[in-house]
């Protein structure tokens, strides 16, 4: 595992991106908590159960590059509600579909190498399940750290999750 800052991981943007494509798993700050992080594939959504140490159905955000490849999936999406509520609050998860995977545009820097590698992206808090989340990177457990490749260090961050927003039901879950 490597510890890095987050512009250094900014300014390495190609190399990460060829990384990530290996199959590479990343701890990063987003614009709620720390996460865990990899392409979207089913040995990734596998490998962080299993870092997670998750025994409950579990279900995956996927943070995508930009508001279109969403209604590419979901074309009944409302991009232009969706990004007046990504500026309203914190930090916002769509969700469209319970059998489907949460959708996630961060407000972070982060988001930048999203946008750059242009493929979709498994994520999920980086806490073991049911413990707190974590909101530096000194915190994160030991048993999370030696299974993953990559611990990009952003600072202190909020500590909160982010808002749902939730289609299906057409309501607003704070947590």
Same mark, same amino acid.
């Given at each position: 595992?490597?510890?890095?800052?987050? %512009?250094?991981?900014?300014?390495?943007?190609?190399?990460?991106?060829?990384?990530?494509? /290996?199959?590479?798993?990343? &701890?990063?700050?987003?614009?709620?908590?720390?996460?865990?992080? /990899?392409?979207?594939?089913?040995?990734?959504?596998?490998?962080?159960?299993?870092?997670?140490?998750?025994?409950?159905?579990w279900?995956?955000?996927? =943070?995508?590059? @930009?508001?279109?490849?969403?209604?590419?999936?979901?074309p009944? /999406? %409302?991009?232009?509600?969706?990004?007046?509520?990504?500026?309203?609050? @914190?930090?916002?998860?769509?969700?469209? %579909?319970?059998?489907?995977?949460?959708?996630? &545009? &961060?407000? @972070?820097?982060?988001?930048?190498?999203?946008t750059?590698?242009?493929?979709?992206?498994?994520?999920?808090?980086?806490?073991?399940?049911?413990?707190?989340?974590?909101?530096?990177?000194? %915190?994160?457990?030991?048993?999370?750290?030696?299974?993953?490749?990559?611990? =990009?260090?952003?600072?202190?961050w909020?500590?909160? /999750?982010?808002?749902?927003?939730?289609f299906?039901?057409?309501?607003? &879950?704070?947590?």
């Amino acid at each position: 595992m490597k510890t890095l800052s987050l %512009d250094d991981f900014l300014q390495q943007q190609e190399f990460h991106i060829a990384e990530a494509r /290996a199959g590479k798993i990343f &701890i990063y700050p987003t614009d709620t908590v720390y996460g865990i992080w /990899a392409l979207y594939t089913p040995e990734n959504i596998n490998r962080i159960i299993e870092i997670k140490k998750s025994t409950d159905r579990w279900q995956p955000s996927i =943070i995508v590059p @930009h508001f279109e490849r969403i209604q590419k999936r979901f074309p009944h /999406a %409302d991009i232009e509600k969706m990004k007046e509520q990504l500026q309203q609050y @914190h930090g916002v998860t769509y969700i469209f %579909d319970y059998n489907k995977p949460w959708m996630r &545009i &961060i407000k @972070h820097p982060i988001q930048e190498f999203v946008t750059n590698l242009d493929e979709w992206f498994i994520s999920t808090s980086c806490n073991l399940t049911g413990q707190p989340t974590i909101t530096e990177i000194k %915190d994160i457990p030991s048993e999370i750290c030696s299974k993953v490749d990559y611990i =990009i260090d952003g600072g202190i961050w909020w500590g909160r /999750a982010s808002v749902l927003i939730d289609f299906v039901l057409n309501k607003v &879950i704070e947590r």
